[in-house]
């Protein structure tokens, strides 16, 4: 029997949420033999095709692809206005999770209130997730910090003076003489319930 039938069988049983023992593999492809089975196994852990979890029962898992980005808990800290800008207020609501390659300590998120970004797909009762940093480019969506009061807006440059540009024709540029950047949006996020 191939390699590659006992790969499809314990594949087929992880992506079902139904990690196989190896009687289990061995009775569901009919071998005579457990070791048999461990073989195979073995040869696929490997190969790279498998990954064994030592000392766990059930413990065969696939590999997870580099280039998935790990799984955060970001602290959801309150609102941050899409119109005129309110006052900031630090307060973690909740966490939600957020894959991403960037340190879990530069990320945060904030829910939207208001309309002046609908331009750019980011509404009234949104999460947008942020990056912390303090240096972003002209035309990025950032949330700033406007004295004492936080806004989510993108950053324009006109001859040396940046300033925020709402993504709603209905809404006026903020031009003030000292902003500081927070962070630029990485992620929106939008419940459809």
């Given amino acids: 029997m191939s390699r590659d039938l ?18 289990e593999v061995q009775e569901g492809l009919g071998f005579k033999a457990v070791q048999t089975v ?31 980005p790990p799984t955060h808990l970001v ?21 939600i999770p957020v894959q991403s390659h960037y340190p879990v300590e530069e990320l945060f998120a904030l829910r939207v209130k208001g309309e002046s970004m609908t331009g750019a797909g980011i509404f009234d009762g949104d999460l947008v997730v942020v990056r912390r940093q303090p240096l972003v480019v002209t035309g990025e969506i ?23 540009q709402p993504e709603n024709p209905e ?5 003030p003489e000292e902003f500081t950047l927070l962070g630029r949006v990485i992620e929106i996020r939008r419940n459809l319930d």
């Fill in 142 to 164: 950032v949330v700033a910090l406007v004295g004492d009061e936080a806004t989510v807006k993108t950053l324009r440059q006109r001859r040396k003076n940046f300033y925020l």
């Fill in 171 to 175: 809404f006026d540029p903020i031009e």
């Fill in 38 to 68: 461990r073989e195979h196994l073995n040869h696929l852990v490997e190969e790279g095709r498998l990954v064994k979890l030592e000392g766990v029962s059930r413990g065969y898992r696939l590999p997870m692809d580099k280039r998935t």
């Fill in 75 to 95: 602290p959801v800290l309150g609102q941050v206005q899409a119109g005129a800008p309110t006052l900031a207020v630090e307060d973690i609501e909740t966490y």
């Fill in 6 to 23: 006992v790969f499809q069988f314990v594949r087929d049983r992880l992506v079902a949420g139904e990690p196989p023992t190896i009687r």
